[in-house]
């Protein structure tokens, strides 16, 4: 059974950088055909698409926030991480790894990180 | 690309039946059967509740519906129950997108 897991830091300084990975278990990022990504929900707000990954290195990034994420796998431990700098109290949200496969809108969801931009 | 529309909220007494709607444009709502809806409740990751515009998953109720009607998808609920109060989300497939297009949300209310 496909099983995501968001891991990190529930809280960065403003101005640094936000690191997360995601650990994927019952499904093989090298080989599979899905697209690999990060979802985030501010409190009390809508879902907003970060951007997503491809097993061969292909990103695609949410434009407004293109400047500052970076989406990246490591396939020799099943894993796929998110970085998104410079952040701000805006950034304060749920962060979820989701995955899809091409052509569908049927996501798989991790169970969510907060992540609480703060000094 | 824009997000799909949605209704802030909705509202309805246990017992009665309430249609979500979700409106995009002919690139993605309107040209493709795929869309889907999340039911997310406080604190929880969303769920899945509806694929390819009408197809239920295994265990959802099967009160859970969906429709489309040119660029508009639908979710309606029937027989309410309390525990159907929630955010609902519905996501499109568009080309130029990987994941979809995402809904605002809708908050039911079950009154």
């Known amino acids: 059974q496909l099983q995501l897991q968001e891991s990190g830091p529930g809280l960065v300084k403003p101005s640094e950088t936000l690191s997360l990975t995601c650990t994927v278990s019952?499904?093989?990022?090298?080989?599979?055909?899905?697209?690999w990504g990060w979802i985030r929900q501010p409190p009390g707000k809508g879902l907003e698409w970060i951007g997503t990954i491809y097993h061969s290195g292909s990103t695609y990034y949410n434009p407004s926030l293109k400047s500052r994420v970076t989406i990246s796998v490591d396939t020799s431990k099943n894993q796929f991480s998110l970085k998104l700098n410079s952040v701000t109290a805006a950034d304060t949200a749920v962060y979820y790894c989701?995955?899809?496969?091409?052509?569908?809108?049927?996501?798989?969801w991790g169970q969510g990180i907060l992540v609480t931009v703060s000094s | 690309q824009s997000a799909l529309t949605q209704p802030a909220s909705v509202s309805g007494s246990a017992g009665q039946s309430i249609t979500i709607s979700c409106t995009g444009t002919s690139s993605d709502v309107g040209s493709f059967n795929l869309v889907s809806w999340y039911q997310q409740h406080p604190g929880k990751a969303p769920k899945l509740m509806i694929s390819e515009v009408t197809k239920r998953p295994s265990g959802v109720s099967n009160r859970f519906s969906g429709s489309k009607s040119g660029n508009t998808a639908f979710l309606t609920i029937s027989g309410l129950q309390a525990e159907d109060e929630a955010n609902y989300y519905c996501c499109s497939y568009a080309p130029t997108s990987t994941f979809g297009v995402l809904g605002g949300g809708t908050k039911l209310t079950v009154l």
């Open positions: 019952g499904d093989s990022i090298s080989s599979s055909s899905s697209y």
């Open positions: 989701a995955t899809a496969p091409p052509m569908t809108t049927v996501i798989n």
